[in-house]
DNA sequence: ATACCAAGTGGGAAAAAGTGGGAAATAATA
DNA sequence: TATTATTTCCCACTTTTTCCCACTTGGTAT
């Protein structure tokens, strides 16, 4: 499972290293594409096939208009990119998807279960205490999953 | 069962002692996560593996398209981290779970039931105190909707 | 009282992960 | 085709993490 934080550095050739703790599961080859929120999403091949074939499926249960399925999926495909991790550990990120989220100097790489999100650290600094706010909410959940050993 | 309270200390490498005691219960590899109050949650993998299913939502792949889902999830997981416990006992704490509880010197580990937590030491003389100070009128509370109190 | 054992702590050395940059290969342009 | 720019590959450096050994402390048994 793909979880944890890690600051990484985005170097002048627009390469980052992707945490040695995801490098196994993820694999050679991955995809990256703009994601929701101010953030990338990075996903293995096997999971990007699930989630294309999902968002592409017309009659899937999303309660999308036809026309906004269509803007939706030009989003999310016409900008995504499949990209090589490699022989030690790093990617190059695409120039036009740094630019939509503002990626320099350090990048915030976060496990997310499935996929990999990839922030720009201040903003990922922002979200962070977005969401702090409401923590403790949150880890009720949590608390309460937990009674049952 | 996990019980008890422990004081040990965090050194400048962030490691920590698992108390002996936990940890046959433990196993080698555990799930650290932020939790209810000013703490951290130690799970096992077993416990953590259900406590990750009900979190996420197991019958949506396309949670990520729910923004609320997505906060939620960016909050467990990424800031989830799988540890192992070292050849004499001792873990890593990450620094991104230390600085939301200010762990620093000491930490108390605390066995609760089927979980550990781990406090600041300053922070948990004070959660007990808070809890000491209200403990008569809550056993007083449970006493009167419970026969078995 | 003293010696012994077990749990916890600290630190040095080795290994691993991350970063930066130069050279070779490829592509682009004139 | 020559020249320049860009990308890829590889090597070397730095920093962080891991592993291992030894010390300390406190409890226990003789």
Not at 2 to 12: A, P, R, S, V
Not at 95 to 118: H, N, P, S, T
Not at 130 to 146: I, N, Y
Request: charged share 35%; net charge positive.
């Amino acid at each position: 499972m793909l979880i944890g934080e890690y600051i990484h550095t985005i170097d002048e050739k627009n390469r980052v290293s992707v945490p040695f703790k995801f490098r196994k599961e993820l694999g050679k080859k991955i995809i990256i594409t703009p994601g929701l929120g101010q953030c990338l999403f990075i996903f293995t091949t096997k999971e990007w096939e699930k989630v294309s074939k999902k968002l592409s499926d017309a009659d899937n249960d999303l309660s999308f208009l036809k026309a906004d399925q269509r803007d939706f999926n030009r989003y999310m495909f016409g900008r995504a990119a499949e990209v090589e991790i490699d022989s030690i550990g790093r990617i190059l990120i695409p120039e036009f998807l740094q630019e939509g989220i503002k990626l320099r100097d350090k990048a915030a790489i976060i496990g997310v279960k499935d996929r990999v999100e990839v922030w720009n650290e201040k903003a990922w600094g922002e979200q962070k205490e977005k969401v702090a706010r409401s923590a403790e909410e949150l880890a009720e959940k949590l608390g309460s999953t937990s009674k049952h050993a």
